[in-house]
């Protein structure tokens, strides 16, 4: 059953939307991913946001750029979580997007995550879906040791080659 | 017949949307204000914007502050032409609503003005209306006349008491 | 006869220009377009604007960047509505132009548009004509509908081939 | 039992929470407030994020102002969501606390609210809980109905005494 | 005969231009002081301009705020030097004023000082000035000098009371 | 014998700069404060920074507002360390100060600290100082255990009164 | 005679002086171009600034990037005119530098323009000079025009070709 | 013995490093270099920094993007001075890092350096170190001679080639 619905304005948005969607797979989460602009299609939108929670969709994450309405126009209609993803582009280099989605009136929340984070979109839609779900919050737990495994892995390179020899591996 | 309509997302935008209200009547202009937030009433919105060319509105102002989605929102909904008037407010003061309202995505335009210049929000409107009314062209010219006036009793009054004098008058 | 005049402070202006000349040929509008400098030919500049109402011009697009004094210098000079077009360049990518186009004083109104946002330039001077235009709004509508459509064909793509193939067939 | 926990760097944030809490008190929510700045006392900030899964915290609320690493902080130590509060302070009003909150590398989301939102970031906590909690989800969407009303209470107002009068009473 | 004037976009405007006043008249420097703004009277701006030279006017301080054309308006007019000087004011505190002044085209150059730096515009002025008269640029000297006292007699007071007492008795 | 300096650009650094010389005070450490602008007196400057090494300064605390020149003009003239302490003032808040301050060429630094951070300024000089000093060191653990008891001291008042008595008896 | 003298801080400069340098050129101007940096061989900056009124330098521009300190450190030791030339680079793309050279201190102006604009660094200097050389001034005249006549040639061609015919044959 | 840690958040943070490490280098100074993220291995960051004194580092570089917790991270653990360095990445170029490593609370100074600037950085660390090793201290004095002189060629190289053939030579 699809838990998790992505969200974006424009197929522009599907490079950093992938990220998202990668942590998903990798977790084994289902979700469903939708192009759907607030401004084009706004109706689209509205019933896509107001029956998302009757389709059992726990939580939306919406990607967009520029003006950025999508995800304040879905929170607008839902009372599950909503998580902002603003994406780079345009002569604002994403500070639009970004004070768009996060400068939301008292009353309706948006999640909001880094300029273009695809990846911090999924990890914090998966935090939602671990309240109900052990099994995704272990995941989140081995997730968050691999990263450590990594930096680690990468710290250890760094002694054996030094600097130099690091940045020639690359 | 009133053909402006006047959206605002808060009572708390009602002193700008007093000046833009002001020229209006000064003009002799009916028009009707609404308080309708995009996000707290969002299907009062979409009605609002969807039913105001049949109502025969034929320009619309929105104003709002922060993320200001207003604006956008209503421009999705009708090709009547919005403007788009950012509110100061909160910690960035109103250049979140100015980068939200001007920003919008190719296709669905909106005619922003300066922050917090409800006036000018007022003269774009009439400006639209006179393309069919050229009594309220004949009043733009006369206002930009009164204007200039102003200015030129200002400087007057200038070259009378000088700089200091001026200060000390006003 | 036409009825769109567009003005740009440098030729360098013209790629963002012909976005909206192309939505302006799409809907069988004629225009002219002029390049002007309000700073270098600020005669030139003047006498097209304070003449363009009795030539028949209902609306101008004004197109500068940096200082993008041009849409202000048009507006002082005439009562028809004049649309300002930032345009990115040099290092502060727009912005400079953003501000300098929007932030006008009482009483001279332009309708800014986003950084480099040609289309909506366009589609917001034909909101202005649809005024008296039926057939320019009937066109609007079905620009707006068009949009819609487009929307969903890509959705339609992402449905069918999903994230990845999507991407690949970009 | 207290499933959701305010941690604060300073008690300057104090006001800004006190929103969060009315909020939550309002839902009938139990919480605990604290103060721990993550670099005053870092371990006592440690020791509360990492235990506090164990605790039975669900979701933490992170307020915190200027370099505002509290959030981030505190998401590295637990998987259970971390919501962002940034606070207006300082010579740059909080968009240091803005960025330094939303930001945050790949792999350890914050879920940021806008600059003083207090409100939504307690809201925001609530969508959490109501994931396993259907009695808030109903208090949610309650809270939300309550919204609207209280917009329409205030035009209702505005249609009744204008903008002039609305403005006197208010 | 007068050789600097002072042209400022509305009375608002003043407080900072008597800051350059003051120091002109400390000089012995007469000065014209002009209200007239490039948006709302426009030809007067132009024939102020254009006729400067021939009237005696060796530079020409422009003072606005927000979209701030009238420097620009102004250079493109003469080859006389301006002084551009940005006003503080509006939501964005003179940035706009800043770069709407600076960013000028190639070509047409003002002459910009800090914002609300009157005392700067005046004294770039009397350095132009300075060039053909060397009482002027004696003059400079001596302000320099005298800049020079005061800073020494304040370190002076310090160096006397110490810090504390220095800012009880300021 | 005196091992910090600090110098600063006008007594309106005075209230600031108290902050940092309060610190010091504390810590029992001798200091001498200097008003020396980069601007006004320049040679001053030059001939306090080249000598400051030789008369035993082992650090130097740089207080400036605005274009902020002075701590980069120090740093130009010695190889002691110097600490950056941009002042909030003017039409952009210390960001000018603080840009000026930190964005030093390769090869000559600036250590700077937060705007108007006159503690972190002198807690940085005695970090410096604790290098050869081992009981200014000790008063550095002393110092940052003492934060830890204030801030537990808060929140233990805050377990005890709620935020509501907080805030009352704040 | 060598009346201009051009400073800048480092090599990496020379691209944008050279615009400067070009114009100086074309108006038969001789200039001396030193690379100079105010952090780097501070005594050298200060003689050639404090030496450059005798040696008959009339006007300096000085040309920096990021904390871009060497126009105001000349202008400390002269009372000739220093024209601030900020250039892009660095992270901040030449923001650091503009506001560094453009928030000087009341009483030491420097004569800013825009970000990597050299040409109007050359221009404002030749505008200086024109104050004593009737030349300068006359050449200054037709410099005018003939921008006057490429933007009409530009227009002119645009009028024959189109857009698109335009953009092709660029 | 090794008396500069420097570590890093990430292992694109290695460029920039790259360039402090190659400063230490010349100088002869040991160092050692460590990636540990402040958010992925926190218990990693937190032990380092806890015992950074007593293993007998006595400064600490720390460099960091985005949120760039890392510079406060460690300095809430240690007495020894830590040097932040923002590295350039992301949407917002290094400003989210400059703010986040600058803005630090009173109480934990961070010595910021410019953004991508690991020759200050470097620098100075080792401005830290010569307040107890002469032999550094002539060293830094050797450097500046050193830069001085390479400005001197550039400037030699200049005066014999020309603009223009500099320019073709570089």
Redesign the interface.
């Known amino acids: 059953m699809i838990k998790i619905g992505i969200v974006m ?3 522009s948005d ?2 950093i ?2 990220k998202a ?1 990668d942590i998903l797979e990798t977790f084994g989460i289902e979700y469903e ?10 109706s ?1 939108v ?1 019933e896509y946001a107001r029956t998302a929670e009757e389709r059992g969709i ?1 939580v939306i994450i919406a990607a967009a750029g ?4 999508l995800p ?2 879905i ?3 839902t ?3 909503v ?1 902002g993803l603003p994406i ?1 582009g ?7 997007a ?20 695809g ?3 999924a ?2 839609a998966l ?6 779900d052990s099994d995704v ?1 272990d995941q ?2 081995d ?2 040791e691999q ?2 495994l ?3 892995k ?2 250890d390179r ?1 002694q054996k080659f030094g ?2 020899g ?2 020639k591996t ?1």
């Open positions: 304005g424009s197929d599907l490079k939307v992938k969607a991913a939708v192009i759907a602009s607030a401004h084009r299609v706004p689209k509205e726990e520029m003006a950025a309405h304040g126009v929170a607008a209609q009372v599950i979580p998580i780079e345009g002569a604002l280099s994403g500070v639009d970004l004070y768009s989605i996060v400068q939301m009136p008292k009353g309706i929340p948006v999640a909001t995550v880094g300029i273009g984070n990846q911090n979109a990890l914090l935090q939602f879906l671990a309240a109900k919050r989140l737990r997730y968050k990263m450590k990594e930096v680690n990468k710290d760094l600097i130099e690091y940045l690359k």
